[in-house]
């Protein structure tokens, strides 16, 4: 409906009464998308699939924001979703939902946490890349994003089958680049500009066997 189009009742203020607009907000309500990456085309085009329907992301909320991170450290990572209630202080619609994510459990990972010291001390800016297999992925930390949300500064590279990293290489804002080799997945990498890495396990996650370790920077 436009509002030009009943200009003289929209100056009454009908539109926003609550006898107009009910108990649901007069904007939003649009269908939550959750895409998955099917990976490039024969012409290059990255393709995405719609699987909010078949995870339950679609639900009866006014969605307004959402927080990523991996909640459960478990490996991979799961997605809270807020929900603006409007101005009828209804419960229910204050309630955010909790998707959580369990292919961890099944499949490989590795998680990155970044401590800059010549560079901000968050390394934002700092771009992550991973070899394995011929296959490289990059990531790059941000400051964040997402609207009324904060996401987790915590990288992660999703590995499928593989056992372990090939190269894990970190360039850094002020120019240092770290280079790492032969890395166990299914582990945390915390690295720290210039001085080396720690591979650690996560608390929620399947243990890969091997013991943790510290490796000083070449």
Same mark, same amino acid.
């Given at each position: ?31 939550? @998308? ?49 929900? @603006? ?54 990531? /790059? ?8 949300? /904060? ?68």
């Amino acid at each position: 409906m436009s509002a030009v189009a009943h200009i003289d009742e929209y100056k009454t203020g009908h539109f926003n009464s609550d006898e107009f607009r009910g108990d649901m907000s007069w904007n939003g309500w649009e269908a939550n @998308n959750l895409l998955r990456n099917e990976g490039a085309g024969a012409d290059g085009i990255p393709r995405f699939s719609d699987t909010a329907l078949a995870h339950g992301a679609i639900r009866a909320g006014d969605a307004r924001g959402i927080a990523v991170a991996d909640f459960d450290n478990d490996g991979d990572l799961d997605v809270v979703v807020n929900h @603006n209630p409007g101005d009828n202080d209804l419960v229910e619609r204050r309630k955010a939902a909790f998707l959580r994510n369990r292919i961890g459990e099944r499949r490989s990972w590795l998680a990155v946490e970044l401590r800059g010291t010549r560079s901000n001390r968050d390394a934002v800016g700092a771009r992550v890349t991973l070899e394995t297999a011929g296959e490289r992925q990059l990531r /790059q930390r941000t400051a964040g994003s997402s609207y009324a949300s /904060q996401q987790s500064q915590r990288i992660y590279f999703g590995l499928g089958e593989h056992s372990r990293v090939e190269r894990l290489t970190v360039h850094w804002p002020s120019g240092q680049v770290d280079e790492f080799t032969d890395l166990e997945a299914r582990r945390l990498a915390r690295i720290t500009e210039g001085e080396g890495i720690e591979i650690l396990s996560l608390e929620g996650a399947a243990d890969s066997g091997e013991q943790d370790a510290t490796v000083e920077a070449p």
